[in-house]
């Protein structure tokens, strides 16, 4: 029995499992499909562009290389019209975003990482921290500041894929570490109601996978990163760093312990680098990426800033959610509906069949699946995180047409059936 609304293609296995697009049409050609009408022909439709991939994440509409013709190639980021370009970056993002005035905005290096790594190596470590973790890079951060800073006053309040941690449970006296939308699971925070306005703990939040695409109430943030290769879809490179004023009291007035490298250093002789939030980069930027940024900063305007950005997302959320509705065989990963993610759209699949497969079996059938779909050009890189339960993960950010995410899902349905056949 083939799930209720998929659809297989009934030509012979080596159409369906042939080596690249090319040969799959040149067998297909061979071998009409026998039932054309059936549930199992294989979709017409392809979406538009195939980049689902969760980071780097697809280009805006229309992008083209010629987007980055005018880039400052060759010149400074200490030039005039380098650091504008930086500060320009730095501008837009703050309005589309709403920060608030008294907070900073800077360019840091090492992508979301950097930026995080820096936050938490340069902020820890003055009171206890509550370290939230519900899938592999919340979880990365807790090993950071457990193994590598060696923190002596942590609690871990962690969760399996699908679930979130006892929000109730942080406490405002403390420090709290978290990922907004743990883009592993596809589970997010649903707002930040759990976290206390009047806090004598500093919040540090990677939001690089929820920012320009989820509404952060900032007045609950203490530090936020991202990079500029998800939801805006930018060329990765560099990492983008949040500061409250409570969190630049806290670097001016805590000094860690330990050594701190050049490239998270953001005080010096106990006073902000105020330079770093005007476009004054620790080190040498890219400044093709920088290009690239503003490209998808200009985008993001184009579509109605924040709301509109978020509204394009949640389309996409909306429309993956109607077809998980409808199907036999596809669930969402993460169990409660708030907590869904609008951009890192995990699925499991709850088919008995499946189920019932051993550990490798199950891995494999994702895996297969996507491979199926990158070799038909219709989905790229939707295989589940390798640590993650095996599933699907559809990159659902504002980049990304709702429209391709429609016609990606009936390829979804063939694709599985296809596999399930093949079993
Ligand atoms: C939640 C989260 N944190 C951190 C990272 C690592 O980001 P980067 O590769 O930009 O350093 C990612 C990348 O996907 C992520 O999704």
């Known amino acids: 029995m083939v799930a209720r609304r998929s659809s297989v293609d009934r030509r012979p296995r080596l159409a369906i499992f042939a080596a690249s697009r090319a040969e799959a049409h040149q067998v297909a050609d061979h071998y009409p499909p026998m039932h054309a009408e059936s549930d199992m022909t294989k979709p017409n439709a392809r979406p538009t562009r195939a980049e689902f991939s969760s980071g780097p994440c697809a280009k805006r509409p ?104 006892d929000l109730s449970a942080v406490d405002p006296a403390r420090d709290v570490v978290f990922t907004w939308n743990g883009t592993t699971s596809g589970v997010r925070v649903a707002n930040g109601d759990w976290i206390a306005t009047d806090r004598e703990g500093l919040t540090l939040c990677d939001a690089t996978s929820a920012v320009f695409a989820m509404d952060i109430p900032w007045d609950r ?27 630049v009291a806290r670097l001016e007035s ?24 005007a476009g004054e980069t620790i080190n040498t930027p890219s400044l093709l990426a920088t290009e690239d940024a503003l490209d998808g900063l200009r985008w993001a305007e184009s579509v109605g800033g924040l709301p509109g950005l978020i509204a394009r997302s949640e389309a996409n959320l909306r429309t993956i959610a109607e077809w998980v509705a409808e199907s036999d065989w596809a669930g969402f990963l993460a169990e409660v509906p708030a907590t869904r993610s609008s951009t890192s759209i995990c699925l499991k699949i709850v088919d008995p069949w499946f189920l019932a497969l051993d550990d490798g079996a199950r891995k494999s059938v994702p895996k297969r699946l996507a491979k199926l779909l990158e070799d038909e050009g219709v989905a790229f890189d939707i295989n589940g995180y390798r640590d993650a339960p095996p599933g699907l993960r559809i990159w659902g950010g ?26």
């Open 221 to 247: 943030i203490d530090v936020a990163t991202w990079s500029w290769q998800k939801v805006l879809g930018g060329e990765a490179a560099h990492g983008m760093l949040v500061l409250s004023p409570r969190a």
């Open 62 to 165: 229309g992008w083209s290389l010629e987007a980055l013709s005018g880039a400052a190639l060759g010149r400074s980021h200490r030039s005039g019209i380098g650091k504008s370009r930086l500060g320009e970056v730095i501008a837009r993002s703050r309005a589309i975003l709403g920060l608030p005035a008294d907070y900073r905005l800077g360019i840091v290096p090492g992508s979301d990482t950097g930026a995080f790594e820096m936050a938490m190596w340069s902020l820890l470590g003055a009171r206890g921290v509550d370290l939230l973790a519900w899938e592999s890079f919340g979880a990365a951060w807790v090993t950071d500041a457990v193994k590598q800073l060696k923190l002596p006053d942590v609690r871990k309040l962690d969760a399996d894929y699908g679930h979130l941690p």
């Open 398 to 423: 504002a980049t990304v047409e709702t429209a391709d995410v429609a016609a990606l899902l009936p390829w979804l349905d063939w694709a599985y059936a296809a596999i399930k056949a093949d079993a």
């Open 254 to 277: 805590h000094q860690p312990p330990w050594p701190m490298p050049k490239v998270f250093r953001l005080t010096k002789g106990g006073k902000l680098v105020d330079g770093i939030f």
